[in-house]
Nanobody, 120 residues
């Protein structure tokens, strides 16, 4: 089971750190990804990280502002989001799979999502 948290209402330029805690599984067994879905939009890739954390990937739209990391000892993956923009507003989902990927179907487990709203 994956539990995403850390979302909220922030102003443009603010920062947030999302967390994804894994229970019932050992996080280090899986690569992890973050996806987001804005209202009326398709779900899109945000970032992914390998099991050990030595490989990370971010979508071009967030690469300069977001960082994905993990703490396997705590079974948790993080998404540090800086310089947030209104277009970052979405429900953010974490997912676990065998390999880091930019597409959603390789991920076997999904969290429930956490809402991020960026508005002045």
């Amino acid at each position: 089971q994956l539990q995403a948290s850390g979302g909220g209402l922030v102003q443009p330029g603010d920062s947030l750190r999302l967390s994804c805690a894994a229970s019932g599984h050992t996080a280090s067994d899986y690569s992890m990804g973050w996806f987001r879905q804005g209202s009326g939009k398709e779900r899109e890739f945000v970032a992914s990280i390998s099991r050990t954390g030595d490989y990370t990937d971010c979508a071009d739209s967030v690469k300069a502002r977001f960082t994905i990391s993990r703490n396997n000892a705590k079974n948790t993956v993080f998404l540090q989001m800086n310089m947030l923009k209104p277009e970052d507003t979405a429900v953010y989902y974490c997912a676990a799979g065998l390999h880091p990927a930019r597409i959603d179907y390789p991920y076997h487990y999904w969290g429930q999502g956490t809402q991020v709203t960026v508005s002045s």
